[in-house]
């Protein structure tokens, strides 16, 4: 799992130091930001849910069980927020991501294009699958749903993005999936 | 798809700009919900068990001052201007309440056998008319809040309901018992229970049932929320103060001593001035606590123990910490594992030299 903060920083946090919060904050704030931006696509909205999430983890960080349990603590926040804001706005999928590539950036204009298809539900799971390295047992924690819903959402969302990104490799689909796609 | 769409992805977000990090908007929100939080926890604690708090009327934030209820058709509501919350009180804190109330307080009996008091809210601060006593039984799964109330402050009749931006109605039983009201809610207790303890408090005097609730009270100083109280009251000591820290407060252990302070006990909350606007708290002053629980001299102790026993400063130790100091000299520690098969252990630590001392350890069956 990727890691928000060097341990001794998290570990000193959990300590209730104060200073030590701040430097957490600080430390995680650019990854807050960023996985906020990718999975609602505005910059804006995007700081809102950056800045609950940084609040909550000054104001909670103390009650976090272990430094080993930091990430998927912060991740399940971040992803929270992300979702209230989104709800908050009304998201209907039809983001606004070109925003955030610069025009020259052609990549990432297709990465944007491609995650602005996406359902929110669908995105989430794409995001931290493929952007944060995080297996799909890690992202049943931390969106606290069934880990056969994040295969399923995982499958979906590679069948629409199969279009918008063109050449890839085939991986196995989630069993109930394959098994339709073969006729059963 | 995978590497190349990671890659793809990876790249693309790290060519988003960052904004600045808006660290004092952090701080001051934190402070201000951290703020909030305390008193929302004596609320939300006091609506439970019908002390809620707030304003009659009135558009902007108001004082409501002193405490009353209003009882209509099984149902209920109130309003105080300030409050005490304490957590895990002892019988002397008990006591002290008792003897500023203004009324004869007749604690509830009959609560299923095991139940400890957990929580005991009063108010106003000075001298309560209303005294909330919570129990929880980890075996029945009983677990309720009683209101006992001056009956001076209680009004009854659909006229006298208040109105504006009051707490809602909540349906409870109600019942007189002695000197005093007595109320529950009913999502909180059966009828059939709430019939049964109403029962008991009619045969009770205050004495008999002080002494019942007493019982159901922790020995010792109880610090978060411990998981091994039943045993560490096996361990405790009939010398000195005896505290029990959870992982809670053991976390904050290596700080203190980096910095010489004493452990605080936080059990108590303080919350005056309590305003209510829009069906919401709008302000309140809550003060800090400064009592001692543990000296800088044992927090020193206990990180001497912790260290000895392999527990560095970044893990967490799976225990529990009884604290004793049973003279200047020396002190008692035992170490709580939440591992049943791990025994209790007692160390001695010199208060001087802070040298750590194993004196025993119990059979791993005695944590059961």
Avoid at chain 1, 108 to 115: C, F, G, H, S
Avoid at chain 2, 255 to 281: M, W
Wanted: hydrophobic fraction near 45%; charge should be positive.
């Amino acid at each position: 799992m990727a890691r928000w903060a060097p341990p001794a920083i998290v570990s000193a946090a959990l300590t209730g130091d104060e200073v030590a919060a701040e430097q957490l904050v600080a430390a995680v704030w650019p990854g807050c930001f960023r996985l906020a931006a990718t999975v609602i696509g505005d910059a804006s909205l995007a700081q809102d849910a950056a800045q609950e999430a940084c609040v909550i983890v000054h104001r909670k960080v103390r009650s976090v069980r272990s430094a080993g349990a930091f990430d998927t603590w912060l991740y399940r926040i971040v992803m929270r927020e992300a979702a209230r804001v989104r709800r908050r706005h009304h998201d209907t999928g039809q983001s606004t991501f070109e925003r955030f590539s610069g025009s020259d950036e052609t990549t990432a204009m297709d990465v944007w294009r491609a995650l602005g298809s996406l359902t929110p539900e669908l995105r989430d799971v794409i995001v931290l699958f493929y952007f944060d390295d995080l297996k799909s047992d890690e992202i049943a924690g931390i969106l606290r749903i069934a880990h056969a819903t994040v295969r399923t959402r995982l499958a979906r969302a590679r069948e629409r993005l199969r279009g918008l990104l063109g050449d890839y490799r085939d991986e196995p689909l989630p069993a109930p999936l394959e098994m339709k796609q073969h006729g059963f | 798809m995978d590497s190349d769409f990671s890659t793809m992805g990876r790249s693309a977000r790290e060519l988003i700009p960052v904004p600045a990090l808006p660290l004092e908007s952090i701080r001051s929100r934190s402070h201000r919900v951290r703020a909030r939080g305390r008193m929302r926890a004596f609320v939300a604690f006091a609506a439970v068990s019908l002390c809620a708090l707030g304003a009659v009327g009135g558009v902007g934030a108001k004082i409501y001052h002193g405490a009353q209820v209003w009882l209509s058709g099984g149902q209920v509501t109130s309003m105080v201007d300030s409050g005490i919350l304490m957590r895990q009180p002892t019988a002397a804190e008990l006591r002290n309440v008792i003897a500023r109330a203004t009324f004869p307080v007749v604690f509830p009996v009959g609560v299923p056998a095991g139940s400890r008091v957990y929580m005991v809210t009063l108010a106003p601060a000075d001298h309560p008319s209303m005294i909330t006593v919570s129990y929880q039984n980890d075996r029945s799964g009983f677990k309720a809040s009683f209101a006992l109330l001056d009956p001076a402050v209680v009004n009854s009749g659909d006229a006298a309901l208040p109105g504006g931006s009051a707490p809602p109605l909540r349906a409870a039983y109600h019942w007189r018992a002695g000197g005093e009201t007595v109320a529950v809610l009913k999502n909180l207790i059966s009828l059939r229970d709430a019939n049964r303890i109403e029962a008991a408090m009619a045969e009770a005097s205050p004495a008999g049932s002080l002494a019942v609730t007493e019982a159901m009270l922790p020995k010792m100083t109880v610090l978060g929320a411990t998981v091994r109280l039943a045993i560490a009251e096996r361990y405790r000591s009939a010398n000195g103060r005896s505290v029990l820290l959870d992982q809670a407060y053991l976390r904050t252990i290596p700080l203190l001593v980096q910095r010489g302070r004493p452990l605080i006990d936080s059990r108590i909350a303080y919350i005056t001035q309590i305003a209510y606007a829009h069906g919401d708290i709008a302000k309140g002053v809550s003060r800090q606590p400064k009592d001692i629980a543990i000296s800088a001299g044992g927090v020193r102790a206990v990180d001497a123990v912790l260290r000895s026993t392999g527990t560095a400063h970044d893990r967490d130790c799976g225990c529990e910490i009884l604290f004793n100091q049973p003279s200047a000299s020396v002190y008692w520690i035992w170490k709580i594992p939440f591992s049943g098969s791990a025994g209790v252990s007692k160390y001695s630590v010199d208060a001087r030299t802070f040298a750590v001392t194993p004196a025993a350890t119990e059979p791993g069956r005695s944590t059961q």
